[in-house]
């Protein structure tokens, strides 16, 4: 049987392109890519993650748990006759350098990507006031092209009062069709996975860990975005933030730096993903390519949420399981009183069929009112390669 390596996170462009206002709905995203054959020839699929304030987003003005899985076409084109602009949800534009042309020639292929779109629900929280949803498009890779530098942006962040309001996002990334001498195919970006929002204390040093994996098995590897990748978050950068390679953010909230109770600000992460092998033989490491990850953060005083206990298994915890067997793990988690555990989700980067069973009441000493779940997914030989899979809990507080 194939085997299957499974990642449990327990965490639970430059284009003159018309942007319209948006009222500040956008909360985060990430991309990656990947080079399939196509009818045609060679598709880029394009896979983006997004976060959107609850009800302003591709799942609609009547989105709720119940829907999560749904598919968001009719919400989306509600949205866009009742707002009257194709580009609500962002622009999409792609930049490309022909071996016949002298210069890069950017088009906008927002019409073509919504035409396109394939998007479902991942996961809502009606007390945090978030949505969650995955697009996905393909794209042909257009010919005689070394690369197409692809970038989605638009207007604007929720009011960030750390950087700014009506602040662009941007996330870009660049596919290239040529074949890899160690795989003989074209590369693949990594993938990453993470909530579109955090609620973090004031005066703490705070921490955050960011799932990330490659399908062709490279390294990757993540440091803080900068520049243009980084959109809002380049100019305006959180105070004393810091970036581990394998994707630990640190962020010390001290309210002499600037923050303070209820502040907002958003980050973004580069992930790049080298070769395991090493140095070039010029040398000098150089990345296969780069895919984004932002998302807000609210700073607050106190914070009343539940929390994952042990035994259950730390954050980016690694299992290898086998196609055709079923895996299960026990989580377990303790309200802050007088709250009580009322939901756990789960959440897969490429829709793993993961659920939730046993969700019941247990006993873990020193800890009161513990709810446990168990997550079971049984993969099919289909499934074979690197996934993220993701838990989350609510109480009955939020």
């Known amino acids: 049987m194939g085997g299957i390596k499974a990642l449990l996170t327990i965490l639970c462009c430059l284009a003159q392109v018309m942007i319209t206002h948006q009222n500040g709905q956008f909360i985060g995203a990430s991309m990656s890519f990947t080079i399939i054959n196509g009818t045609n020839g060679l598709e880029v699929q394009l896979d983006v993650i997004s976060g959107w304030v609850l009800g302003k987003g591709p799942c609609g003005i009547n989105c709720s748990r119940a829907s999560i899985n749904s598919n968001t076409e009719a919400a989306r084109k509600e949205v866009f006759q009742k707002q009257g602009d194709s580009h609500f949800f962002g622009n999409w534009t792609v930049e490309i350098k022909t071996n016949g042309m002298k210069t890069s020639q950017v088009m906008d292929i927002t019409q073509d990507v919504c035409s396109n779109i394939h998007e479902s629900v991942v996961d809502v929280s009606e007390k945090a006031r978030w949505e ?31 950087q700014g309001e009506n602040a662009l996002w941007h996330l870009q990334m660049k596919a290239k069709p040529q074949l890899r001498s160690d795989t003989g195919k074209p590369n693949n970006s990594p993938q990453a996975f ?51 390679e394998d994707c630990i953010i640190t962020i010390p909230s001290k309210r002499s730096l600037g923050y303070h109770n209820g502040s907002m600000g958003a980050v973004g992460i580069s992930v790049r993903d080298y070769n395991v092998s090493g140095l070039t033989s010029g040398g000098r490491l150089e990345p296969f390519s780069t895919i984004g990850v932002q998302f807000l953060i609210q700073f607050l005083d106190n914070i009343s949420e539940p929390s994952f206990i042990f035994p259950t298994p730390e954050g980016n915890h690694k299992f290898n399981i086998y196609s055709g067997t079923t895996w299960k793990i026990d989580v377990y988690a303790e309200p802050i009183s007088p709250a009580l555990i009322d939901h756990f989700s789960c959440l897969g980067r490429q829709h793993e069929d993961v659920k939730i069973i046993n969700f019941k009441n247990t006993t873990v000493p020193n800890h009161a009112n513990v709810m446990m779940a168990t997550m079971t997914w049984t993969p099919l030989h289909s499934d074979v390669g690197n996934h993220i899979v993701c838990v989350g809990v609510e109480d009955s507080l939020g």
Not at 207 to 216: L, N, S
Not at 232 to 238: D, K, M
């Open 132 to 162: 969650q949803v995955w697009t996905v498009v393909r794209y042909p890779m257009i010919k005689d092209a070394p690369y197409m530098d692809i970038a989605f942006e638009g207007l604007s962040w929720r009011p960030l009062s750390l």
């Open 194 to 244: 993470s909530k579109p929002f955090y609620r973090l204390l004031l005066d703490k040093e705070n921490y955050i860990r960011i799932a990330t994996i490659d399908p062709d098995g490279d390294h990757a590897a993540c440091s803080l975005a900068e520049y243009i990748e980084a959109g809002i978050a380049s100019r305006h950068p959180l105070p004393n933030i810091t970036v581990t």
